[in-house]
């Protein structure tokens, strides 16, 4: 494994590092990278700003705004807390979050702070949610990525935020605040620099990683695949397809489903998006498209979805549960 020290708190940079080194860089070997941002919101890939964002309050407090190429839902990160990244050469393309959360989960015991896995994706400490984690393939590679709240500004998460009432109503939650918990509360004397020194020891230890460096050539480089990837304007960017249908449902152990429709005088498909906070590496446009003039009928529909998903699955969702949320 090769531990790459990252000191760039930009996340489009960040970002751009992960792209680079799974389309570019293409190691032989896992990378592990761990780095924190200024005040950021985290976009997931399928998710739509205007449901997820506070953009007055993101706008007014300078807060950074970027569309992850992962699913998921969206976050708030900031230096009060660190991302961690694991990239593995691996072909198989099923969504799996169990080695990369395993290793953190020993890095956090092996500091004095007892995680553990708690449903699809998160880290919990006495119940109560630490991390968050998303993950992508691309071309051999995954990347699991996830944020760890130290010292988080609460106040700017519960107000940069907005939770969907649907997954509200489901999980009988009304804010950010009784989801989510600083791991300082486990460790009152640390700072989040001393936190994050901790954790990277414990990770070298435990992996026992070589250390690696990027060359001045790849640092530019960077910066140019961050403007292409990762620009603002594409989080704010809006479908401005007005749709007569909307049907979202919150799935327990998948995540908020959305789908907008609408349908022509002959009740076929003209328009449909699939959205929300669920995790795949699906194409939405070559989802789409396969449903476009296709009559709004249930037994048209079923086989297309289930070749969609055969295709590219949504984690954990079964197909006749997409085509339930259709009808």
Known sequence: ???????????????????????????????????STTPT?????????ENELNRPFIDAHHIAAVRRLSGGGTIYTDQGGCQFTLITPDKDTAIDF?????????ALNQIGIKAQNDSRND????????????????????????SLLFDANMDWMAQALQVDPVKKQAKHINSVHQRTVNLIEQKPNWTAQ????????????????????LTAAEKKHLQEIAGQRFSETAVWRSDNRKFDHVHKRYLTGIGVVSVAFNLDQEQHFSAIHLSGDFFSNINLQQFERSLIGKAYQQRVVTPIIEHQLQQSPIKGLQPEQLTELLF
């Open 123 to 146: 880290l919990v400490v006495d119940g109560r949610k630490v991390s968050g984690s998303a993950q992508y393939m691309i071309n051999g590679f995954r990347l699991h990525h996830g």
């Open 1 to 35: 494994m090769i531990y790459l020290p990252v000191d760039s708190l930009d996340v489009r940079h960040n970002f751009a590092l992960e792209y680079y080194l799974m389309t570019e860089k293409r190691p032989s070997e896992p990378v592990l990278l761990l780095w």
């Open 41 to 49: 919101v985290m976009l997931g890939k399928f998710q739509t700003a």
């Open 98 to 106: 169990s080695s990369g959360l395993s290793l953190i989960t020993g």
């Open 194 to 213: 001393e936190f994050k020194r901790k954790l990277e020891k414990a990770l070298l230890n435990i992996t026992g990683a070589q250390i690696g460096y």
